[in-house]
């Protein structure tokens, strides 16, 4: 069944027992992320996905025009994809990482260094974007101890950034909405904008206090898809090169293709002494991530001192199925060039919106590779958590797309497969709410 228009997607809604069922269930019993359940509506119920569409338990289509959180690159239901993880179920599903390794996290530690921006030569396996991040703030901060720099704490991080929602990763993001009400117990960071200037300014007021600059390269997701060019991630890794500090690049979201290629930090001729990535690395099907580090860092931590190495580890570190299926990713990548495919998607996107966004309702249209975002002019948008960002998602589901606009931020990030029609059907949702 194809997308239906408002009206009859309601009478739909409300006339299909099975749904109705589900959503009063849940309503009952979960809690769920990024959501006021005193204001929001009941959630869409999903009951399969395959390529761009997400298929509803009313039957409705809808089409995944933000990749499920940035995460599906390929598109849904993968074959390639599917098939790695029942192969690797079959043969291991899981074993602790400590004091054991496997085939599938050897594979890919070799994989990814091999294809990482310069010389990143050692995988550190967690399971989400939030844990990539802990564990690149924790080496950061330790490898400084042992270097006998202990003084050196206070990392310089991005207006806007958002790098995960655990408590270290929290004190680097923005406070501003998501965290204010931790704010007392995060640690101190010193926030700059985007400008080589203020970056500068602030590793220098910061002198021998200062650890490292965490920022997501290119752009900044969560902040509202804002962009900024190659030459300040350059300029971030001049200063902190110049000054022996760390350069943290989070590629949570950009990593694997989003930007146009393959890691942001390529575009800017950049190596990063930690790089982040989750999300893209399974191509979206299964929780993982990883967090490179030189040999520099690495060898930090030799010693003959048991209580010298990095102590950190999740039950499902280096999850054989996860590792398996973020090897298959990386094939597909590869073989299709998924960096270049975002790239045309995002540019005929950006071409079409160019072509029918009406002066006066839009601002600022922007694209980075596959990542296309405008700001509405209306002023009642403004704002993250603004009344109208409710009334804008049910908007684009009308439309049989799937949007989560930032505030007053309307973006498409869609996977790879994205198909002609679908893409005229997002741009169609993008429009509608430029005119809502
Ligand atoms: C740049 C960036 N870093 C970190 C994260 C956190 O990732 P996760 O939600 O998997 O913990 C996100 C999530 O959106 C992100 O965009």
Redesign the pocket.
Known sequence: MDSLNSNAAKDLVASDPIAQDLIARDRASVWHPFTQAGLERDPIAVASARGATLVLEDGREIIDAVSS??TSLHGHGEPALVEAMVRQAQTLDHVMFAGTTHRPAVELAERLTALAPGDLSRAFYSD???TA?EVALKIALQAHQRTGHPERTVFVALEGS????TFG?MAVGDPDPFFAPFQQFLFEVRRVPADAGALEAALEDLGPRAAGVIM?PLVQ??AGMWMHGADFVRAARESTSRRGLYLLA?E??TGFGRTGSLFACEQAGVAPDLL?L??GLTGGMTPM?VTLATEELFDLFLSNERAHAFFHGHSFTAHAIGCAVALASLDLVIERNVPRVLDEVGARIEERLLAELRTGRYLKLRRTGGIVAFDLADPKSQGYLADRTLELRRLAIDHGVLLRPLGSTVYAMPPACLADAELSKVVDAMVQLSES
């Open positions: 959180w940035w989400n974007g939030s991040v958002y790098h995960g929602d990763a997501e997701g969560a989070d949570v979201m982040c989750a999300k991530s």
